[in-house]
């Protein structure tokens, strides 16, 4: 039977996972870990070596993760959130279809140019400052809001810097970002691809064809936002009936201890209607030219990244000068000091990720990844097509059963261990990543960006059930996921072994 040190592990373990899902009272996501984590070096079972060893391992690539998130707290800050709402609005000319994919674009990119929590912390409220002024109904807004949050969370796929996960494991398997980019960029595409047009089939019947147009326009400085049309329609059409299921969606609180019906805020309630009025008048200051030259400084940032590690830069210092660039230029345009940046920084992903490293030391101390090795090592080790689907699916189930950051150490410890050639090692790895990105948005824990979005949502009165969430993804995800791993075979291997 199994000995002291492996059941006290494995309990640990499932009651962390059990709270990170369950997450009592809304208590942080970093503390199961955090106490996970202690108890496990208490048992003497990680000893403070490894401790030593998992800090140097996860404090760079969280320290990146962190300086992108300030500089989308910064963004928001100078009004980034309703600029680019109202502009997307602006430019769909009336077309939810048009506005759909345009979502879906914004939300590409963000990661690509901050990094999956961090575009998660910037689409969102954008996307629900979208659905609030157009007052679109409860299975229209659903689209738009999965959608957004499912492809920002898979592209962090085609680039290592957009994922904490990728980040910590890289220098293990002897990639750096731009061998890493030149091998996964093509392949996680193709997945990416197939995933929004699935979506959009999905969800093709409640995406609404017409939506209120906007009208932006400029003056001194100041974005001014008017809805030129406003549909007011005492009923559902046929073709705007709900075809999935309807997540629960109240977007204006009310009083706590009021429950008379009357109080309710439904959309298309004239007081509703008056609030999103009132919203939408009200000038918003944005300086254009500081504007473009935060968007300049972000994009000669990122860039730098990539320019930085083929001369052995560490990624981390570029994103600390960054980050620190954009607040003292901000400071020096509107004298608006740290404050603000300090009080929403989310520190506690350094936090997060070094405690549940530790716990995951702890699985592989106790056997985990020699049971793994054992079982996985011939037939990954066969060929190039094996080490592709073995690994990308071994990723996805433990990323939807544990989330991907504890799943990646673990696949890559495993990885590591069964003395592969480098060709099907990386090969192996890269298929991991994209198990660990895409396959893990199975299910709302796989990610902590997917439990990022959650947060946000319940933080606007936005109630997504699992079941709801499900019902989508497990008929897009594999899909992709599949397209994903086959098109890295094939890339992988016609072009690079």
């Known amino acids: 039977m199994f000995d002291f040190a492996t059941q006290y592990t494995l309990i640990v373990f499932f009651l962390m996972v059990l709270f990170l899902i369950w997450r009592p009272r809304g208590i942080n996501e970093s503390i199961p870990p955090t106490i996970s984590a202690i108890l496990i070096f208490l048992a003497g079972i990680v000893p403070l070596t490894d401790v030593t060893k998992i ?20 963004l928001g800050s100078i ?63 659903f689209p738009y809001l999965l959608s957004g949050a499912l492809i920002a969370t898979a592209s962090s796929a085609p680039i290592a810097v957009s994922n904490l996960a990728n980040l910590i494991a890289l220098k293990i398997v002897g990639l750096d970002l731009n061998s890493y980019v030149a091998m996964m960029f093509v392949p ?55 075809t999935h299921p309807v997540p629960h969606i109240d977007h204006l609180r ?28 009200e000038p918003v200051e944005i300086d254009m030219s500081m504007f473009k030259v935060c968007i300049v400084l972000i994009v000669l940032i990122r860039a730098s990244l990539f320019i930085g590690a083929s001369f052995g830069i560490p990624i981390e210092l570029i994103g600390i000068f960054g980050a620190l660039l954009l607040i003292l230029y901000r400071w020096y345009k509107k004298r608006i000091g740290p404050l603000d940046i300090i009080r929403k920084t989310p520190w506690h992903i350094i936090l997060f990720a070094f405690s549940i490293y530790v716990v995951v030391y702890a699985l592989h101390n106790i056997g985990l990844t020699a ?14 097509l094996n080490a592709s689907l073995i690994s990308g699916g071994l990723l996805t189930v433990m990323s939807n059963l544990f989330n991907n950051l504890p799943s990646v150490m673990i696949g890559t410890f495993t990885l590591t261990e069964m003395g592969l050639n480098t ?11 994209i198990g660990s990105d895409i396959g893990a948005l199975l299910t709302p824990i796989g990610t902590l960006a997917s439990l990022i979005w959650m947060f946000l949502l319940r933080e606007n009165n936005i109630r997504v059930r699992w079941v709801d969430y499900l019902k989508v993804t497990i008929m897009v995800i594999p899909i992709g996921l599949f397209i994903s791993l086959l098109s890295l075979y094939v890339w992988v291997d016609a072009l690079f072994f």
């Open 55 to 74: 800090l140097g391992i996860v404090s760079g690539a969280s320290i990146t993760i962190l300086s992108t998130i300030v500089m989308s707290i910064v």
């Open 79 to 141: 009004g980034f959130f309703r600029w680019a709402a109202f502009n997307l609005v602006n430019r769909a000319n009336g077309s939810g279809i048009l506005l759909y994919w345009y979502i879906i674009l914004l939300c590409f990119l963000m990661t690509l140019f901050f990094n999956n929590d961090g575009s998660i912390l910037i689409t969102t409220p954008i996307i629900i400052e979208i659905v609030k002024f157009l007052r679109l109904r409860p299975h229209q807004q």
């Open 188 to 242: 996680s595409m193709l997945g990416i691809t197939v995933i929004a047009l699935l979506l959009y089939y999905y969800f093709r019947r409640d995406i609404p064809s017409r939506i209120p147009t906007v009208l932006v326009s400029y003056v001194q400085g100041k974005l001014s936002v008017s809805l030129s049309s406003i549909p007011n329609i005492p009923h559902i059409p046929n073709h705007l009936e709900p």
């Open 254 to 281: 009310r009083p706590k201890h009021v429950r008379h019906p009357r109080y309710e805020n439904h959309i298309g309630h004239p007081r509703h209607q008056h609030s999103i009025e009132n919203m939408v008048d």
């Open 371 to 384: 049971l793994l090795v054992e079982h996985l090592r011939d037939p990954i080790s066969a060929n190039y």
């Open 423 to 433: 060709s099907t090692l990386q090969i192996a790895y890269l298929a991991s990543i």
